[in-house]
């Protein structure tokens, strides 16, 4: 059987979609911000872990990571967290990936939202 | 779990997250270090015991990881390792001043000849070993043909380094050099060299800068290059003659020298931000191909990496001088 991450694509999907959906935060005002003090090249290998996470693919994120990695970005709300899953959707869109499997994704972003939220 | 390290014959634990350079730094020992971000390589260190993390070792090449070398800021060990600073005379190599200019009111060009060869690309960056502290400077010219490597160094008021150069350094004197690092260089190929470049940067950013431009020309690049250099005003530029004489001489080659004040001077320069200037460039250029080059101010570094990337151009396309050094 083959896994959702295999079926997008694997590794190379999430090279394709990480400079895609960086690009899109950075773009966005309502959560740039919170990418002002950090380096780019760190930034886009963590989107890309996020991503193979997402994706369903092997990762070594844990929940300490996700909790460690947002704790001091203050203002950090559940609103942000929509953003990042309507960007992730959107990027996967323009990818050509069908409505079925971005639903899958956005889940998989989603059961992290209380980690990533310090909660 | 904690770790210990030992080094010079005592042992110390690692308190619960700390890297080994900053357990050192704790414990009162004097290391050389400078980014601690993993980039500088001034904190490299070599493991007698234990293996180094992974982390510690991304940036160096095979042979120093074969070796066991690592970099004290980046390694977080989660066992025990015997460390030791490096043998001054097996990593580096001496070279002598060959010679010495003021380039503009804080900027000294050096002029070292390494006495055995040292493997670097022109706008690598090398360590400087002067006075027992390790710095990084980029490779302004040509140095694999010169066989000479020419630093610029900003005058910075209490830097160990940076007073060394300005006050002290003169003709004939040694210095000890370790090279080259970092992506910061030419990468076109005969069958691959019309892509656009651009390259901006402020201060001594453009050392780097220069350099990679008189590579790619040096190499016959068919594509255009743009080299920017910005300052806050224009006594703060370096240069300007023999980058615009250079621009003359190549149809594919342009320069804009920007300041954010000309105060009332009449020389031909751009008056304005230098994010404003590429940003308008970016817009205009073939971003799909482009290569952009950004050195300098740490804070307009990334703000130009950022608005590039935004604009479209790719990250693997984007190189900058990684220092985000506060002192030198």
Request: glycine share 8%; with cysteine.
């Amino acid at each position: 059987m083959t896994t959702l991450y295999e079926e997008l694509g694997g590794a190379g999907a999430v090279d394709a979609a990480v400079e895609i959906f960086y690009r899109k935060m950075l773009a966005d005002g309502r959560v740039s911000g919170f990418f002002d003090n950090t380096d780019m090249d760190k930034q886009i290998s963590m989107q890309k872990s996020f991503l193979t996470m997402a994706f369903g693919g092997p990762n070594e994120y844990t929940g300490k990571h996700l909790r460690d990695a947002h704790k001091n970005l203050s203002g950090l709300n559940d609103s942000h967290v929509d953003i990042v899953i309507e960007h992730l959707g959107a990027t996967l869109k323009e990818l050509g990936v069908d409505d079925a499997k971005i639903t899958k994704v956005a889940a998989i972003a989603n059961s992290v939202r209380d980690d990533v939220l310090n909660r | 779990m904690t770790a210990n390290i030992f080094f010079q014959g005592e042992s110390y634990s690692l308190q619960d997250g700390e890297t080994v350079l900053e357990c050192l730094l704790r414990n009162g020992k004097d290391v050389s270090y400078s980014c601690k971000n993993g980039v500088c390589q001034s904190c490299l260190m070599h493991s007698t015991q234990g293996e180094p993390t992974k982390e510690s070792q991304l940036r160096l090449k095979d042979s120093l990881k074969a070796q066991n070398f690592f970099l004290a800021c980046q390694c977080r060990p989660n066992q025990d390792m015997g460390i030791e600073t490096l043998n001054v005379e097996k990593e580096f190599t001496k070279g002598i001043i060959y010679d010495k200019e003021m380039l503009c009111h804080n900027v000294v060009a050096i002029h070292i000849k390494p006495l055995a060869d040292i493997e670097a690309r022109p706008g690598q960056y090398i360590n400087l070993m002067v006075e027992g502290v390790v710095r990084s400077y980029s490779i302004a010219n040509l140095s694999n043909k010169d066989g000479v490597i020419t630093l610029h160094i900003r005058k910075i008021a209490n830097g160990i380094v940076s007073s060394w150069a300005h006050d002290k350094a003169k003709t004939g004197d040694s210095v000890l050099l370790r090279g080259g690092m970092g992506d910061c260089f030419y990468l076109g190929t005969n069958n691959e060299n019309s892509f656009p470049i651009l390259l901006a940067g402020t201060g001594t950013g453009l050392a780097p800068l220069e350099a990679i431009v008189l590579d790619a020309l040096d190499h016959g690049h068919k594509g255009k290059i743009h080299i920017i250099h910005g300052g806050l005003k224009p006594s703060d530029l370096y240069h300007m003659e023999k980058l615009q004489s250079l621009a003359d001489s190549y149809e594919n080659l342009s320069y804009t020298p920007c300041v954010l004040n000309k105060e009332n001077s009449v020389i031909d320069i751009y008056e304005g931000s230098l994010d404003a200037i590429v940003n308008s460039a970016v817009s205009t250029a073939d971003k799909i191909n482009l290569r952009a080059y950004f050195c300098g101010a740490p804070e307009m570094v990334n703000l130009l990496k950022k608005n590039t990337f935004i604009a479209g151009v790719s990250s693997k396309h984007i190189f900058s001088d990684p220092f985000l050094q506060k002192h030198t």
